[in-house]
């Protein structure tokens, strides 16, 4: 029957592939096939499903704020993180610079847009910003348990060669005391965080453990502690999507993160984790093809947390 309601489910929605755009500012980006769509779902009881183009690798991009994130709840407490980044929703895009001059004390509003991940790797365990970067792939590994999951090099020198936003993003932050430490070393880490490669698959693992208050979905180990997983999944709620994410919480209703790759990361908590892929995005960065499915797959399966 799931398998079924997929395959529908992509077939009815194939036709939204050819609106929108693939992401182009990141020139390696626009390299990706445009009406690639596809499913996976992984469901708390170790069930899985798939259709499409589930198999297709595309580059994490902001969906690896979760994990970052997830990683400095791990290592600081919460009160740390509201002296340098909040989590407070965003009505600007995700590249916005204009609040961290206006609003807020000068800290990024949530973990979700660029400033706020910028100033997140700053926070993460580690003596070097090469060992943070370390830390945050490896538990991209373990949660997605996927011990091969690696860069791709050729986005990601993209990403570093034309990444003058998200260079002026970090240096405005180090002039006003956010960001504590060197920015070009910083910014790297966030590059090859952004371009590292995953599958439906992949993100639908990730989202799995989440949607299993954080222990293991083969052997229930814990490998988040629930409370980090509640705050997760708040933050996703309400931020996830970026300035997107009110509309998508009516529409779809289910904690979830998108990256310009195209690719969402959905959590259905106790049931399943769900990963989309379509590389064709609105204007707000996230995948319009991902979204529909997403939308109808919630109101099929009546996912809604609300
Ligand atoms: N929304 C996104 O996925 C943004 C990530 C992208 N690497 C950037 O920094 O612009």
Known sequence: MMQNILEKTLEDHRYWTKEGAVATYIPELSKQKIDALGIYVHEVNGEVYKAGD??????????????????????????????????????????????????????????????????????????????????????????????????????????????????????????????????????????????????????????????????GIIDGRELISKKICKTVKAVMTTCGLYDGSGEYAVSVGVPSKSGVGGGILAVSPGKMGIGVFGPSLDAKGNSIAGVKVLESLANKLDLSIF
């Open 54 to 215: 589930w198999n297709m690798p595309f580059t994490i991009q902001s969906i690896s704020k979760i994990i970052s994130f997830i990683c400095v709840l791990q290592d600081n407490s919460i009160d740390t993180l509201y002296k340098k980044i909040t989590v407070a929703p965003s009505s600007d895009g995700f590249n916005s610079i204009v609040n961290l001059e206006t609003k807020n004390e000068h800290r990024p509003l949530n973990p979700m847009i660029n400033s706020g991940a910028i100033a997140c790797i700053e926070l993460v365990r580690g003596n070097t910003l090469e060992e943070k970067y370390e830390r945050i792939l490896n538990m991209i590994r373990s949660l997605s348990n996927n011990p091969y999951i690696k860069v791709n090099e050729s986005v990601y020198l993209s990403e570093k060669e034309t990444g003058d936003r998200n260079r002026a993003l970090a240096y405005f932050m180090k002039s006003t005391g956010t960001i504590e430490t060197n920015v070009e070393e910083l910014l790297d880490a966030y590059f090859r965080l952004c371009s590292i490669e995953v599958t439906c698959e992949d993100i639908a693992s990730i989202a799995a453990v989440l949607a299993n208050d954080g222990k």
